[in-house]
């Protein structure tokens, strides 16, 4: 039997990639340690700071907002409600409800009133849902934030989504995708910054949080991620961690520490601009989603 190397009680969670057995509580306190680690290790944001985090009704989005409250961080939720049917139906509950649980507001926006519901773009606009409604998020998130007076917006991205995306950006060479992976992007003209908290913790760490503390979140998928290639990598990856605990890690993290300083010195930064129509930052005269909105108004009125 594994004993917890803090308190020497029964473990309940063994993470081999840090050789550490843990009970429940002490695990806990490991979770949000570690948290807090990678937001001063990266400078995300202070104590001083007040920060959205966008969350999704998933593990991780929740299990980071509740680590940030609990540490002592100013931290409100964003909620994009996406209208994929039963899927959003079931998240906007769940982040409604833990909202509540946790004391702290909970801002909800609907594509149904912004834009379009995700179901309904995909009938008229052929590249894959996914990364559609990844611009989106992105644009709402940045948008919303702004608007409403928060200078840092925080996501969920977890180690197994940096170091598939890490992966993928590899296999093809995209040095300019590599350039920019990295996570913290500044704040910078028209962009708020953004910070990804959970780079270093994994799915299973995270999962393993919200059990734990009791959080309920949504288990399915979004339905339109099924065959999605980063799913595959996220595969290939947790193979290769179990024969080799500490994979993804030393991945992920050597890339920071070794390839990333040396990439970010050729960066060159793109020109931007205020799309015309609403003010947000593009490189172009009209951003990707007001051109987004007139190619589906085109489409509507045919
Ligand atoms: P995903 O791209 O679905 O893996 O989500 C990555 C992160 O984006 C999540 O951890 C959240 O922080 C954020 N996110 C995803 N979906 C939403 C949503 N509907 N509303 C707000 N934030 C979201
Ligand atoms: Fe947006 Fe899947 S299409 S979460
Ligand atoms: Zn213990
Ligand atoms: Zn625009």
Redesign the pocket.
């Given at each position: 039997m594994r004993r917890c190397f803090k308190c020497k009680e029964k473990a309940q969670v063994y993470l081999p990639q840090h050789r550490l057995a843990m009970c429940k509580d002490h695990y806990i306190e490991w979770f949000e340690g570690r948290v807090e680690k990678t937001i001063k290790e990266f400078k995300m944001f202070s104590k001083l700071d007040k920060v959205l985090?966008?969350?999704?009704g998933?593990k991780?989005?929740l299990s980071l907002w509740q680590s940030l409250v609990k540490l002592g961080y100013d931290a409100d939720g964003?909620?994009?409600?996406?209208g994929i049917g039963e899927y959003s139906q079931q998240?906007f509950i769940l982040a409604t409800e833990f909202s509540k649980k946790l004391g702290k507001t909970l801002y909800t926006i609907s594509l149904k009133d912004e834009i379009m519901p995700i179901p309904d773009i995909k009938k008229y606009d052929n590249r894959p849902a996914c990364s559609v409604c990844?611009t989106l998020?992105r644009y709402y998130?940045n948008k919303f934030a702004k608007d409403n007076g928060y200078r840092i917006i925080a996501?969920?991205?977890n180690l197994d989504?940096e170091s598939a995306v890490l992966f993928s950006n590899t296999l093809n060479w995209s040095i300019d995708y590599l350039k920019r992976q990295y996570p913290v992007l500044p704040e910078e003209d028209g962009f708020i910054k953004k910070v990804k908290p959970l780079c270093k913790i994994s799915e299973k760490e995270s999962a393993m949080y919200a059990v734990l503390s009791g959080i309920e979140y949504i288990e399915e998928e979004?339905p339109f991620s099924e065959g999605a290639t980063s799913i595959d990598y996220k595969i290939f990856l947790s193979n290769l961690e179990e024969k080799s605990p500490g994979t993804k890690l030393r991945f992920y993290s050597e890339f920071l520490r070794k390839m990333y300083p040396i990439l970010k010195q050729t960066e060159e930064k793109p020109t931007l601009n205020s799309c015309k129509i609403c003010g947000e930052p593009t490189t172009g005269e009209i951003c990707s989603v007001c051109n987004l909105k007139q190619k589906l108004k085109s489409k509507v009125e045919v």
């Amino acid at each position: 039997m594994r004993r917890c190397f803090k308190c020497k009680e029964k473990a309940q969670v063994y993470l081999p990639q840090h050789r550490l057995a843990m009970c429940k509580d002490h695990y806990i306190e490991w979770f949000e340690g570690r948290v807090e680690k990678t937001i001063k290790e990266f400078k995300m944001f202070s104590k001083l700071d007040k920060v959205l985090v966008a969350v999704s009704g998933g593990k991780d989005s929740l299990s980071l907002w509740q680590s940030l409250v609990k540490l002592g961080y100013d931290a409100d939720g964003f909620y994009i409600n996406l209208g994929i049917g039963e899927y959003s139906q079931q998240s906007f509950i769940l982040a409604t409800e833990f909202s509540k649980k946790l004391g702290k507001t909970l801002y909800t926006i609907s594509l149904k009133d912004e834009i379009m519901p995700i179901p309904d773009i995909k009938k008229y606009d052929n590249r894959p849902a996914c990364s559609v409604c990844g611009t989106l998020k992105r644009y709402y998130m940045n948008k919303f934030a702004k608007d409403n007076g928060y200078r840092i917006i925080a996501t969920g991205h977890n180690l197994d989504d940096e170091s598939a995306v890490l992966f993928s950006n590899t296999l093809n060479w995209s040095i300019d995708y590599l350039k920019r992976q990295y996570p913290v992007l500044p704040e910078e003209d028209g962009f708020i910054k953004k910070v990804k908290p959970l780079c270093k913790i994994s799915e299973k760490e995270s999962a393993m949080y919200a059990v734990l503390s009791g959080i309920e979140y949504i288990e399915e998928e979004c339905p339109f991620s099924e065959g999605a290639t980063s799913i595959d990598y996220k595969i290939f990856l947790s193979n290769l961690e179990e024969k080799s605990p500490g994979t993804k890690l030393r991945f992920y993290s050597e890339f920071l520490r070794k390839m990333y300083p040396i990439l970010k010195q050729t960066e060159e930064k793109p020109t931007l601009n205020s799309c015309k129509i609403c003010g947000e930052p593009t490189t172009g005269e009209i951003c990707s989603v007001c051109n987004l909105k007139q190619k589906l108004k085109s489409k509507v009125e045919v």
